[in-house]
T-cell receptor
Framework: GDSVTQMEGPVTLSEEAFLTINCTYT??????LFWYVQYPGEGLQLLLKATKADDKGSNKGFEATYRKETTSFHLEKGSVQVSDSAVYFCTLSSGSARQLTFGSGTQLTVLP | KAGVTQTPRYLIKTRGQQVTLSCSPISGHRSVSWYQQTPGQGLQFLFE???????NKGNFPGRFSGRQFSNSRSEMNVSTLELGDSALYLCASSPTDRPNEKLFFGSGTQLSVL
């Protein structure tokens, strides 16, 4: 079955540091890939997505590139802010199915 | 526009009881999905409804059921509660049933089974 493996947390960074959260996946066919974010006390929100190989999703300074050859979708941001503190979930959906398969989540804390 | 609304926010039940959780999607959204979030298993798909029809079901026992009404509001029911059913139950809505569509999540219902 489909699965997503993402970097174990928690991750603690200083403001303006570079962020990478690693994510790899296993899926049949050609999945679509997403990063969802869960801010404290709020519901999950879509951060970015990529639906085919070599696509780059980007939003709010975050980027991730769909790499079919390495089955990866790593999340990056050049300069994190305190407001980026949240839990980040790498996610996929396969084929026409709309159910999402989530990674375990990575807790990010950014210190001023 | 109001977001996805889930009620109640917190719920405490005892083993063997049953529970019903409610989800009101964003106005105009016709698809509603349910997910269970636990520290051990993470986020797992329960089921999806579109236009009152269950489209897909995750790998959960038959004690977990749901339905969707003509106004797109959805309920999920868990019968004969077990301690392991303690979790945050999340509802998500979207306008259509197209693949790769953005889902809008509610804040969830925290269920504790004692």
């Amino acid at each position: 079955g489909d699965s997503v493996t993402q970097m174990e947390g928690p991750v603690t960074l200083s403001e303006e540091a570079f962020l990478t959260i690693n994510c790899t996946y296993t899926a049949t066919g050609y999945p679509s890939l997403f990063w969802y974010v869960q801010y404290p006390g709020e519901g999950l929100q879509l951060l970015l997505k990529a639906t085919k190989a070599d696509d780059k999703g980007s939003n709010k300074g975050f980027e991730a590139t769909y790499r079919k050859e390495t089955t990866s979708f790593h999340l990056e941001k050049g300069s994190v802010q305190v407001s980026d503190s949240a839990v980040y979930f790498c996610t996929l959906s396969s084929g026409s199915a709309r159910q999402l398969t989530f990674g375990s989540g990575t807790q990010l804390t950014v210190l001023p | 526009k109001a977001g996805v609304t889930q009620t109640p926010r917190y719920l405490i039940k005892t083993r063997g009881q049953q529970v019903t959780l409610s989800c009101s999607p964003i106005s105009g959204h016709r698809s509603v999905s349910w997910y269970q979030q636990t520290p051990g298993q993470g986020l797992q798909f329960l089921f999806e409804y579109f236009s009152e029809t269950q489209r897909n079901k995750g790998n959960f026992p038959g004690r977990f059921s749901g339905r969707q009404f003509s106004n797109s509001r959805s309920e999920m029911n868990v019968s004969t509660l077990e301690l392991g059913d303690s979790a945050l139950y999340l509802c998500a809505s979207s306008p259509t049933d197209r693949p790769n569509e953005k889902l809008f999540f509610g804040s969830g219902t925290q269920l504790s089974v004692l």
